[in-house]
């Protein structure tokens, strides 16, 4: 640094970069953690806060003090200095090993201030440098074996061919989803999100909630559902919701019938395993959405990208937010670990001849799918040739539902006229789509489970069965 550098600092004032101190005192150490903390900076020995130069004597004495200032932070933060005149900067570097802190605690450089941090904010940096996983953290409030749900454990444990005969607290161990303590087993976040017998007992986010709307927004829900048997059964219950919620229409290649899905199911099923595997735990109140709509799908999860990811990053470089909920979902091959997962879901978009899938990160990280136009155009908008000419399976049943509607019938008058005794199955095949294809209406639509709900044909409905008439004769 030369004179006229100093120059400049001195008419540039104090910011979150520079500080000005007219002598050494104890405050150096919170000066030098928050720059540690931050992006580094500089603090200027023997200038008062106004900018004027009072200086200060150089010395080994008062370098070596500063040099033991700075080695008795926690982790040591490193410092350069450098004599200009009668004015030593001090040039800190930022750590590499962040949080820092010194005697006084946890500090942090906003603009000219250097702040002491609160919890919430010591939390927050340790899990934006990734100091605290929150999978890896232990759960106290956990206890073993009263909480253990261990059919869970059984099944985890089948599907990664470990040798059941090990025993099953060698096992947790070993799978880091409990550690030993005082000859007691603690369990970690991320074992509790897997093994516990209720998981939102300990963590209320821990759930996963489908829902299906008629139109392009959420004016109108149709069905919606909340999953929270743990994440591996989160994962597959979110996965049939949206098999029974999305259609399917075939197409003959040769003497070949090969089903066609509205949307990428391995892509869809990895979507949503990404979404808990890389969600944010830390924020509370806020759990993973899967949102199908008229037109599209959505894969919300709270929480922004981690590290310093961005969307265009994603299928180039993978960052694990979660390292335990990854390990223990490829033991059981719901993921790989190459970081794949991104590539995989645009390849088997583009192998369905859906539009690429699209992604954006605003604080929550939503994967948003558009429905196959080959599907589309066999089961979108009915029309007398995509019955007779491209008919699927759900359309037959929507057919056949239409056919049975007389005035306004309930749900169970509308099962029984179509002979189904399985009402998951009746809502899934038969009523839902026909929703969904306004083929048929609720009587009381701001209340999709009242005890007086009717349902009744629209003029769509009414329209695709006479053309379907006038198609047979």
């Given at each position: ?202 963590f209320p986010q821990a759930y996963i909630t489908c829902l299906l709307a008629r139109g392009a927004d959420k004016v109108h829900i149709l069905d919606r559902k909340d999953f929270d048997g743990g994440i591996v059964a989160d994962i597959e219950e979110a996965m049939r919701f949206v098999e029974r919620n999305t259609r399917t229409a075939y197409r003959i290649e040769g003497l070949r019938r090969e089903d066609v899905p ?212």
């Amino acid at each position: 640094m030369t004179a006229a550098d100093l120059s400049i600092l001195l008419q540039e004032g104090e910011g979150t970069t520079l500080e000005f101190k007219a002598g050494l005192s104890l405050s150096l150490a919170r000066e030098l953690v928050g720059m540690a903390n931050t992006v580094g900076g500089k603090i200027l020995l023997g200038v008062r806060d106004d900018g004027t130069v009072v200086g200060v004597r150089d010395s080994n004495t008062l370098r070596a003090r500063i040099q033991d200032i700075a080695r008795n932070c926690d982790p040591p933060v490193r410092i350069r200095l450098h004599p200009v005149g009668d004015v030593i900067a001090v040039h800190v570097k930022e750590s590499d090993s962040k949080p820092v802190q010194c005697s006084e605690g946890f500090f942090s450089r906003q603009g000219a201030v250097t702040q002491k941090l609160t919890r919430s904010e010591i939390r927050d940096l340790f899990q934006s440098e990734g100091a605290v996983r929150f999978d890896l953290a232990p759960c106290p409030q956990f206890v073993y074996p009263e909480d253990f749900d261990r059919d869970k454990f059984n099944t985890w444990l089948r599907r990664t061919g470990i040798a059941s005969e090990a025993r099953v607290e060698d096992v947790l161990v070993n799978i880091d989803a409990a550690e030993r303590a005082n000859g007691e087993l603690l369990f970690r976040n991320g074992g509790v999100l897997f093994f516990a017998k209720n998981a939102r007992r300990f963590f209320p986010q821990a759930y996963i909630t489908c829902l299906l709307a008629r139109g392009a927004d959420k004016v109108h829900i149709l069905d919606r559902k909340d999953f929270d048997g743990g994440i591996v059964a989160d994962i597959e219950e979110a996965m049939r919701f949206v098999e029974r919620n999305t259609r399917t229409a075939y197409r003959i290649e040769g003497l070949r019938r090969e089903d066609v899905p509205e949307y990428p199911v391995k892509a869809v099923r990895e979507a949503i395993t990404n979404a808990v595997m890389h969600r944010d735990w830390f924020v509370e109140g806020a759990n993973v959405f899967v949102e199908i709509y008229a037109n599209r799908m959505e894969i919300v999860s709270p929480g922004g990208l981690p590290g310093n990811l961005s969307v265009t990053d994603l299928g180039g470089r993978s960052v694990r937010r979660n390292s335990l909920i990854a390990d223990l979902l490829h033991r059981i091959a719901f993921i790989e670990k190459a970081g794949t997962g991104i590539l995989r879901i645009r390849n088997e978009s583009r192998d369905l001849r859906c539009p690429d899938p699209e992604f954006e990160a605003n604080g929550f990280f939503t994967t948003r799918f558009w429905p196959t136009p080959e599907v589309r155009e066999a089961t979108g908008a009915p029309t007398t040739t995509s019955i007779t000419d491209q008919v699927t399976d759900q359309v037959t049943d929507q057919v056949q539902l239409l056919s049975v509607v007389v005035g306004e019938m309930s749900r169970e008058e509308l099962q029984e006229a179509v002979g189904l005794k399985h009402r998951g199955h009746f809502r899934g095949a038969y009523l839902l789509p026909a929703l969904r294809t306004g083929l048929i209406e609720m009587t009381v639509p701001d209340k999709p489970r009242s005890r007086n709900q009717r349902y009744r044909l629209t003029s769509a409905g009414r329209k695709l069965l006479l053309r379907i008439k006038e198609s047979d004769r």
